[in-house]
């Protein structure tokens, strides 16, 4: 056998799928402590996590339900209630992988599919760890970890980067910055030439890496920035002994193609549900 070979199964998921739930919910300890206005809360249900960390925030929705097996109406009930409850509604991304009872309970209750995501991972080794750099290469573009004092310099430029598909709010800025502090997450700046370009988050769960939150200002694309930031986050979760990478993109798109330059293959899909 090939162990090289990353095979899709659902233990792959379930591991995959646990690094995800798990990010959104460690997000939401910082916001509780320094925005508490907020109400963000975590809960276990449907085998997986609701998180709640603002009405209409990316944060809140369900992740990693129905791995664990049937789903029944009144685990459904509750975890819709938990965030009516909180005055907003349930948006949840589904493993293609998860039970069907929890696809066929939510599409009774008025939810459709709303959007298909691709999960790409890869495997780590102490090779990839060997081989990183922080400082600029001969085109002057280089990736650093961020220091705590500039979590809110790198949300700025974070969420400028995301402006064609979120608006850069003060509060799309405040929670990107407690992604930064949330436990097992790091962030990374990329620059050229001593100039912000960039930068993109990394969150560490049992030995899974997963690369999110990746952005390059405009006035910088095209220039490898998104490369950079992929191999420097590879880099050092191998070095701290991940074996597991992924990342998440819309299918087909740039960003999948350029995963898959850097060893990443699709795993499997998810897709988004939510009442229109």
């Known amino acids: 056998m090939n162990d090289s070979v990353l095979f899709s199964d659902l233990a792959l998921a379930h591991r995959l799928e646990a690094a995800e739930a798990r990010a959104g919910a460690a997000s939401a300890d ?5 925005h508490p206005e907020l109400g963000a809360a975590v809960e276990d249900v449907a085998g997986g996590l609701a998180v709640f960390a603002g009405v209409g925030s990316p944060l809140s ?3 990693g339900c129905g791995l664990a097996g049937p789903v029944t109406p009144e685990e459904v009930a509750r975890l819709e209630e938990f965030f009516v409850s909180r005055g907003d509604a349930l948006r949840i991304e589904i493993c293609a992988m998860a039970d069907p009872s929890l696809t066929m309970t939510l599409s009774k209750r008025g939810f459709v599919i709303t959007e298909f995501v691709s999960v790409l991972a890869r495997r780590l080794t102490a090779e990839v760890g060997s081989s990183g750099r922080t400082s600029a290469d001969k085109s002057g573009t280089g990736v650093r970890p961020i220091a ?7 949300a700025a430029v974070v969420a400028a980067g995301f402006a064609e598909h979120f608006a850069a709010t003060r509060e799309l800025q405040q929670l990107l910055e407690c992604a930064a502090l949330a436990s097992g997450a790091l962030a ?8 912000p370009a960039g930068g993109g988050a990394l969150f560490i769960h049992e030995g899974v890496a997963l690369l999110g939150g990746a952005a390059t200002l405009p006035a910088f694309r095209k220039r490898g920035i998104q490369t950079a930031l992929v191999k420097a986050r590879l880099n050092h979760a191998a070095r701290l002994g991940c074996d597991l990478a ?4 819309q299918p087909g798109s740039a960003s999948q193609r350029n995963l898959e330059r850097q060893g ?11 009442r229109v």
């Open 30 to 34: 910082p916001l509780s402590r320094l």
């Open 61 to 63: 929705e369900g992740r």
């Open 148 to 154: 705590t004092t500039e979590k809110a310099a790198w």
């Open 188 to 195: 990374f700046l990329a620059y050229q030439d001593g100039v």
């Open 246 to 249: 992924s990342s998440s993109t």
């Open 264 to 274: 990443f293959r699709v795993v499997y899909n998810r897709f988004k549900m939510a």
